[in-house]
């Protein structure tokens, strides 16, 4: 079996779809297509289904999609360890965060992997937390930063700090000063529109948990995913956010909006390191892991 063949499979049953395959493996389309194609003929199975909206696996397919993550996972992993013989942390990582965390992590966080493993890869994707524990469970991310992550027979979790979540509106034109500095009431937030993620995002289960222990609902004005989207749409007037800090303060113009703190004591919520317990860490992830532990708390704290 070709592990190249093995591979490209592997990328197109995981995306769903030749296309985005292609362009994240950097390969033509007809190659690809034509290497999956033999590695069928080899198997003398049909490993996946073609239609308009992309690929999905057979019966067959998900059977070697299972073994191929392993074998995968295990070259990498020979390749990693003989890379060490040659002196230094060697291999790729791969690293999810959430939009908000990742516009303050992503140049420190570089800066230090470059400095203590000048031979390994660091790939930084961005998602929101559905997303990226998704990717943690299909082996498209080594490493995932989550908000309010559970921990689980899959997921290895580890705390890394608590971050104020802020109810975030638009300033009115010709204020200049900040609301007043005290928090408003879960029973205040309840009765205001929200512009909000749609489930299962972690910041909105965690505020409709914490409203419901309250005896409280929340009024949803519109569901959208992306903190640039909520952001603008807060602007035009669709309703309020809530957001963590580091949320609003890296926004395009945070002058433009009003934030406070949601009851007493503030509502927050964690921030936590995860991997797959399906998956041993490599050593170059468990160096990254502790890199990710020192600088969290002073970077994303201190926003």
């Known amino acids: 079996m070709d592990l190249k063949q093995l591979e490209y499979f592997v990328r197109v049953a995981e995306l769903g779809s030749f296309t985005r395959a292609a362009l994240e493996l950097d390969v033509a389309q007809p190659a690809l297509s034509r290497q999956v194609r033999l590695l069928e003929v080899e198997l003398r199975q049909t490993l996946l289904l073609r239609n308009g909206r992309g690929a999905v696996p057979t019966e067959a397919g998900k059977v070697l999609l299972e073994h191929g993550r392993g074998i995968l996972h295990q070259v990498q992993r020979a390749r990693d360890d003989l890379g060490r013989l040659r002196g230094g942390l060697s291999g790729r990582v791969a690293l999810g965060l959430p939009s908000s965390v990742a516009r303050v992590l992503a140049v420190p966080l570089h800066r ?169 860490a490599t050593p170059v992830q468990k160096a990254t892991l502790e890199l990710i532990k020192q600088i969290v708390p002073t970077v994303v704290a201190g926003h």
């Open 112 to 280: 230090a992997f470059r400095a203590a493993m000048p031979e390994a890869r660091l790939s930084i994707s961005e998602a929101l937390s559905s997303g990226l524990q998704e990717g943690l469970a299909t082996g498209r991310l080594d490493i995932v930063v989550l908000y309010n992550a559970q921990p689980s027979r899959e997921l290895d979790v580890t705390p890394l700090l608590e971050e104020d979540l802020l109810l975030v509106r638009s300033r009115p034109p010709g204020l200049h000063e900040d609301p007043p500095p005290g928090p408003v009431t879960l029973d205040e937030v309840a009765r205001m529109p929200l512009v909000i993620p749609s489930r299962p995002n972690a910041i909105r289960m965690h505020i409709e948990s914490k409203l419901a222990d309250a005896g409280l609902r929340s009024n949803v004005a519109l569901e959208i995913d992306g903190v640039t989207a909520i952001l603008d749409l807060v602007l035009d007037g669709a309703g309020c956010a809530i957001l963590s800090r580091n949320a609003l303060l890296n926004s395009p113009r945070p002058s433009a909006y009003t934030a406070q703190h949601i009851g007493d004591p503030p509502l927050r919520i964690a921030l936590s390191l995860a991997t797959s317990l399906q998956r041993p």
